[in-house]
């Protein structure tokens, strides 16, 4: 995401030696996905710098409850219970408010509600995999999910995609959206997956780990995890959509 610079009326640029190069390939996608020319800088069109504008009014009741937001009545998401939430931060550490998080993940067996997915583990009928949210006055938000699961991937002989939950965070305007993934504190798998090994800064990897935070479970019922988005700076979190120069 970029901020607006305070008095400027334009964007910060975005600094592109915190994320790893847009082609790796060991993660073999990047292949295809790289750009094969230098970036060009377009000036922004006023429809891309006014628009468009979140509010609550957009948000469903259980848009922020994986857990029962695609369920049949009465029935819940099968996995463990979870709580995620954190803030949306600039790179002054200042809240951001009025921004739509949105994000999807694969259900406990570590299996996506989507056609193209052919890994064996079973659909859940009662997991949707989607949910959205919009930050408050002090750049919080939270939801509620299932810890999903890791899966296998055709990238190498044996690469698996550790557990981890997909983020969109979409400001104010059609240039300020940005994307990328967070994991859990604690999985080895973090260090053995060939997307998070393009990485070549390991506190940039450490910045998309959320921490346990017991304080905040709620007894008998789910553990929560923390994770704070910060859109610039020395503290960045990483976002996909920066390594291929969009």
Known sequence: MKSE????????QRD???????????????VARS????????????????????????????DNDLT???AAPGKSA????IIVYGRVLDENARPVPDVLVEFWQANAGGRYRHKKDGYLAPLDPNFG????????????????????????WPNGINDWRPA????????????????????????????????VSTIPDCQAVEGLIAA?????????????????IVLRGRRSTLFENRMEGN
């Open 164 to 195: 981890h939950i997909h983020f969109s965070v979409f400001g104010h305007s059609f240039v300020q959206r940005l994307i990328t993934q967070m994991y859990f504190e604690g999985d080895p798998m973090i260090w053995r997956c060939p997307i």
């Open 129 to 152: 995999g989607c949910g959205r949210t919009i930050t408050d006055a002090e750049g919080n938000y939270s939801f509620r999910t299932i810890m999903p699961g890791a899966y296998p």
């Open 16 to 30: 592109r030696s915190w994320h790893p190069p847009a082609l790796t390939p060991l993660y073999k996608t990047s």
């Open 212 to 228: 346990l935070d017991m304080e905040a479970t709620v007894p008998m019922d789910a553990r929560a995890y923390k994770f704070d």
């Open 68 to 70: 029962v937001n695609f």
């Open 35 to 62: 750009p094969q020319r230098a970036p060009v800088s377009f000036p922004h069109t006023l429809s891309e710098v006014t628009g468009p504008v979140f509010g609550h009014g957009i948000l469903g009741a259980l």
């Open 5 to 12: 610079q305070p008095g400027a009326g334009g964007y910060f």
């Open 78 to 81: 099968i996995g463990p219970r």
